[in-house]
């Protein structure tokens, strides 16, 4: 088995490519050993010292490092990780991953699914080149409200990302669309 490394535009995340199916459908993001105890392929990451964040996608791993911790140090433990769980059989995940987008009851709906769409179909599949996912939270008062995962959360460059890429990309197709703003789960 060959694994590999891409980097993101986050120097604290590396993305991991097993030259095989991740997931099924969707994404997972752990932020803790605790979280991930219904991945084994992201339990098993974990284990390596210096990791704090694991995203899962449909043919990727992104894994985020502490700050005081070398990519050097921790990367060939990383790649040992994965191989290792390739050999096991066991899943990348037990049970189903989640929706990627929160549920939106309200007046708004039929603009909440043009958000959807338009994440769907122009943001997300260019963010997951970059290691990460950005899923919708919520619309309020022309607000919408996005989560950022693996690569993106923490990003030194997604706040740009978030006010020059995305808000005005909906702004441009949704009017009622004022603002974008980052979320925390």
């Known amino acids: 088995m060959f694994i590999q490394t891409e980097s993101t535009p986050n120097p604290a995340t590396l993305k991991f490519?097993?030259?095989?199916?991740?997931?099924?459908?969707?994404?997972?993001?752990?932020?803790?050993?605790?979280?991930?105890?219904?991945?084994?392929?992201?339990?098993?990451?974990?284990?390596?010292?210096?990791?704090?964040?694991?995203?899962?996608?449909?043919?990727?791993?992104?894994?985020?490092?502490?700050?005081?911790?070398?990519?050097?140090?921790?990367?060939?433990?990383?790649?040992?990780?994965?191989?290792?769980?390739?050999?096991?059989?066991?899943?990348?995940?037990?049970?189903?991953?989640?929706?990627?987008?929160?549920?939106h009851d309200g007046p708004d709906g039929d603009i909440v699914v043009q958000i959807k769409d338009l994440l769907d179909t122009r943001v997300r599949p260019a963010v997951a080149q970059d290691g990460g996912d950005i899923t919708f939270h919520g619309f309020e008062r022309g607000v919408v409200y996005l989560h950022m995962q693996g690569a993106c959360a923490g990003c030194p460059s997604s706040t740009l990302t978030l006010k020059m890429g995305i808000e005005n990309l909906l702004k441009h197709y949704i009017p009622e669309v004022t603002e974008v703003r980052p979320v925390a789960v």
């Not at 084994?40 to 985020?64: C, E, K, N, Q, W």
């Open 17 to 103: 490519l097993p030259g095989q199916a991740v997931l099924e459908a969707g994404t997972a993001d752990f932020t803790s050993q605790e979280a991930a105890a219904v991945s084994p392929l992201a339990g098993r990451i974990f284990a390596v010292s210096g990791v704090t964040g694991v995203f899962l996608g449909t043919d990727f791993v992104t894994v985020t490092k502490a700050e005081d911790v070398d990519w050097d140090h921790v990367k060939p433990a990383i790649l040992g990780a994965i191989m290792e769980h390739y050999q096991s059989g066991a899943p990348a995940m037990e049970g189903a991953s989640q929706a990627a987008h929160a549920e």
